[in-house]
């Protein structure tokens, strides 16, 4: 599976994104599927998990009720919809895939073997 990111970009707090990613390969549509987020001297945040094999949703307690991940299989494209940004939500977010019903917890970025190449989300307050 290769994965790309794209979708990110400036806005000022309050306002909206929706970012992709666009996946190869027709396991997309079997993928446990994420995004996580890293700022500069940070590891890497998870922010979402879309688990395919267990059926389940995951969100971060920061981005609850803001932040919404949805699939378009016809697409083979995942998005995350980020709705009242704040400028803490500034990082590059990164989508990832993983095999369904592999090892690991979900929430941790050592779990996903698969990755996109980031896209900058700058919120400017």
Same mark, same amino acid.
């Given at each position: 599976?290769?994965?790309?990111?794209?979708?990110?970009?400036?806005?000022?707090?309050?306002?909206?994104?929706?970012?992709?990613?666009?996946?190869?390969?027709?396991?997309?549509?079997?993928?446990?599927?994420? &995004?996580?987020?890293?700022?500069?001297?940070?590891?890497?945040?998870?922010?979402?998990?879309?688990?395919?094999?267990?059926?389940?949703?995951?969100?971060?307690?920061? *981005?609850?009720?803001?932040?919404?991940?949805?699939?378009?299989?016809?697409?083979?494209? *995942?998005?995350?919809?980020?709705?009242?940004?704040?400028?803490?939500?500034?990082? *590059?977010?990164?989508?990832?895939?993983?095999?369904?019903?592999?090892?690991?917890?979900?929430?941790?970025?050592?779990?996903?073997?698969? &990755?996109?190449?980031?896209?900058?989300?700058? *919120?400017?307050?």
């Amino acid at each position: 599976v290769q994965l790309q990111a794209f979708g990110g970009g400036l806005v000022q707090a309050g306002n909206s994104l929706r970012l992709s990613c666009v996946a190869s390969g027709r396991t997309f549509i079997t993928a446990d599927m994420a &995004w996580f987020r890293q700022t500069p001297g940070k590891e890497r945040e998870f922010v979402v998990a879309d688990m395919w094999g267990g059926g389940s949703t995951y969100y971060a307690d920061s *981005v609850k009720g803001r932040f919404t991940i949805s699939r378009d299989n016809a697409k083979n494209t *995942v998005y995350l919809q980020m709705n009242s940004l704040n400028p803490e939500d500034t990082a *590059v977010y990164y989508c990832a895939a993983v095999r369904p019903f592999s090892s690991g917890s979900d929430y941790s970025p050592r779990k996903y073997e698969y &990755w996109g190449q980031g896209t900058q989300v700058t *919120v400017s307050s």
